[in-house]
């Protein structure tokens, strides 16, 4: 049973890698091959290089961008379930509110980074607003759903016990909706990303994005793609860590399951 523990494990981890590497040597070859400049498309070579030569630069930059997608992420997260928690014990609220926070969801993160940026100013803040606003609706709308699906016999007997609305949203409404409150979580993860960017985009004056902006605009395509490839590994470290969160947190919910 360890065995294929470990064979799964190492299948899941080496597939993506075969793939990866075979998307960039397939990448080099057809740049060679087809002549393609790199100011339209590098070689991965050259990218890594960049990324080497300008290391220093891109960790600078990627601090203040990971700095904006927390914050904002945190912050995000914990309004949206408060608010979630709110909507499920007052439907008067909910039906009150719910339609404002959907007309915000529905208007696309581009046309509201400006107006963010003229309310916050250029700086760090209107970027972590820009990533709440992005980062809001999944934690709310999953933890609405998780905080609404409990087992009706468990509420049953939890209610023949006496037990008040803080006894049952503690021991009954929050443990069942863990799964739908990580699931946003992973959700949010990648949309914090695009928020900071977006935000940076509009009106930035360091991070990656303001990096990629500037770097595009003089078409240093080369360097650029150095700041994409250095994002999106910060990304994928960022969404591997919730998932190990999710997983120690489902390892100690077990033992209370068996008990």
Not at 30 to 45: E, H
Not at 66 to 82: D, H, P
Not at 130 to 155: H, M, Q, S, W, Y
Not at 199 to 205: A, Q, S
Request: charged residues 15%.
């Amino acid at each position: 049973m360890f065995t294929k523990n470990i064979k799964r494990s190492l299948k899941k981890i080496v597939l993506p890698i075969m793939v990866f590497v075979a998307i960039l040597f397939l990448w080099e070859i057809a740049v060679l091959v087809f002549k393609i400049p790199s100011y339209f498309l590098p070689k991965p070579s050259e990218i890594l290089t960049e990324i080497i030569l300008n290391f220093q630069l891109l960790l600078e930059n990627l601090g203040v961008t990971m700095l904006e997608v927390i914050s904002g992420f945190i912050i995000a997260n914990i309004l949206g379930f408060v608010t979630a928690v709110i909507f499920v014990h007052s439907k008067t609220i909910e039906r009150s509110l719910y339609p404002y926070v959907l007309s915000v969801k529905m208007t696309p993160i581009i046309a509201i980074a400006p107006f963010l940026v003229i309310w916050f100013g250029v700086g760090i803040f209107s970027k972590i607003a820009t990533v709440v606003v992005i980062c809001f609706f999944p934690i709310l709308v999953n933890t609405i759903k998780g905080l609404k699906v409990i087992d009706r016999e468990a509420l049953d007997l939890f209610d023949s016990l006496s037990a008040n609305k803080w006894q049952i949203f503690l021991k009954l409404r929050l443990p069942s909706s863990l799964p739908y409150i990580f699931q946003a979580l992973k959700t949010s993860a990648p949309l914090a990303i695009v928020g900071a960017l977006v935000g940076e985009f509009v009106g930035g004056n360091k991070g990656i994005g303001y990096i990629i902006l500037t770097y595009t605009t003089l078409f240093e395509t080369t360097k650029a793609f150095s700041a994409i490839i250095v994002i999106i590994v910060a990304g994928i470290l960022f969404f591997g860590l919730i998932s190990l969160i999710e997983k120690r947190v489902t390892r100690l919910k077990e033992p209370e399951k068996n008990s």
